[in-house]
């Protein structure tokens, strides 16, 4: 039996040379794909949750008006604000809210709040000033706390568009009203709420139910979807990288696009870790680690820096080959000692600057560092955030002299560029 030999062209590598071209186009093509459709599911699990609270909010509001009747109010009335000058005096207030009227209202309405799940539920008498809502009197609150509630006793509230806009469109609209889920109610931070008009036989708003339930989950939502769509774009961004280095590396076999390759890899690892369900402290540390250990450096160390703070950085997250670096940094550091001192705290306008020295102990300049903190060569880079010094990245040898070579510092800007993102979202 003969062996048949193909062609040059028709060799495995001609083969794989032609078919590379059209295989990187389609992965860049599914790719991109997958990023959209990711994108789109989290918007889309987003917003169906805001949708869920909607409507709960605007059904609880529409339900809660139910609670108290016009024949309560127009008993009540004569005991709020609502009633100006001929408001009861603070005494006779004071003994109708111990009365079976007050009280059994004020039962339904904290039983109703816990039913449902709401923080609060309480009622208003709209105050009027030439047919515009400029005030409520307070009436009824499900808050337990007697110096926190809203109740009889309490001063008049304020309401305008910027304010309470929901308020005045529920009391000029006469329809039920639920702030935008996507922020705080407007003057009341760390709630959403719904409010509903109650009217009497004449179709007059004569008060406001309003529901709160605490806008936390959806803040936090809205920040870690947002949080994890950037990661996303930079994880399949590195994919895509890494899949040009392939290529190129595949038709030009060159060896620094290989060691690029393997950075990109490494940062890819990076970002996933970030994204992790560990603690924030746990998916740092456990990336500084990766770093560290992918750079050949015996300590990586995050120092945070804080200006209120007697203009210090504090080491915050880290990893030693030896030892834990946060023990071995026990201090905080003034930012006017070696070399903290040459990192400029507003970013400048030119890519940041990399301090970096190979043997400390032949350095005139950077002698002091090797006999204070006993580190022999080190690479530095700033990280900012907002425009304004965050942090310091430091990779450190102790052991020995190492020379630092322009790889490494490339790796450094782009693992400094994915930890900017990890601290903007811890503050």
């Not at 950037?230 to 392939?246: A, D, E, N, R, Y």
């Not at 070579?405 to 790796?411: G, K, L, M, P």
Request: aromatic share 10%; glycine share 4%.
């Amino acid at each position: 039996m003969s062996l048949i030999h193909l062609p040059k062209k028709y060799t495995l590598r001609g083969v794989l040379t032609f078919i590379a071209p059209p295989v990187f186009v389609v992965s860049l093509v599914v790719a991109v794909i997958l990023l959209i459709y990711a994108s789109l599911i989290w918007k889309d699990n987003t917003e169906m949750l805001e949708e869920s609270e909607y409507t709960r909010l605007y059904a609880a509001a529409g339900e809660a008006r139910h609670l108290i009747s016009e024949e309560e109010l127009n008993e009540i009335k004569p005991y709020s604000a609502a009633a100006g000058n001929a408001r009861k005096s603070v005494s006779e207030i004071k003994e109708f809210m111990l009365g079976d009227l007050y009280l059994n209202l004020q039962a339904r309405v904290a039983a109703f709040a816990e039913e449902r799940g709401f923080d609060f539920v309480y009622f208003y008498i709209p105050m009027t000033d030439r047919l515009k809502i400029r005030s409520c009197a307070t009436i009824v609150d499900s808050d337990p706390d007697p110096l926190e509630q809203y109740n009889l006793l309490h001063e008049p509230i304020p309401i305008s568009v910027e304010i309470e806009p929901n308020v005045v469109e529920t009391y000029e609209n006469k329809i039920i009203s639920v702030n935008d889920l996507s922020v705080s109610s407007p003057g009341y931070e760390g709630y959403c709420s719904g409010f509903a008009p109650i009217l009497n036989a004449a179709g007059e708003v004569i008060a406001i139910v309003g529901v709160d339930v605490s806008s936390e989950n959806l803040i936090t939502i809205h920040g870690t979807t947002t949080f994890l769509t950037v990661l996303l774009f930079v994880i399949i961004g590195l994919s895509m990288i890494s899949g040009s280095l392939t290529y190129a590396v595949f038709i030009a076999g060159n060896a620094s696009l290989t060691k690029k390759l393997a950075q990109s890899k490494i940062i890819a690892e990076i970002a996933k870790t970030l994204i992790s369900t560990r603690s924030a402290t746990e998916r740092i540390n456990s990336a500084v680690e990766t770093a560290g250990r992918h750079i050949f450096a015996d300590r990586a160390t995050v120092f945070i820096y804080t200006p209120e703070d007697d203009n210090t950085f504090t080491p915050a997250y880290g990893w030693d080959k030896f030892k834990d670096p946060i023990a071995k940094y026990s201090t905080n550091f003034r930012a006017d000692s070696v070399p903290f001192n040459r990192l400029p705290v507003r970013e400048p306008d030119t890519a940041a600057e990399i301090l970096s020295c190979n043997d400390t102990r032949g350095s005139e300049e950077f002698k002091p560092v090797y006999e204070m903190y006993g580190i022999s060569s080190f690479l530095w880079l700033p990280v900012y955030l907002n425009g304004s010094l965050k942090a310091v990245l430091s990779f450190s040898d102790t052991s020995r002299a190492q020379h630092w070579t322009a790889a490494d510092s490339d790796f450094a800007l782009m693992f400094a560029d994915i930890l900017t993102h990890a601290l903007a979202a811890e503050c």
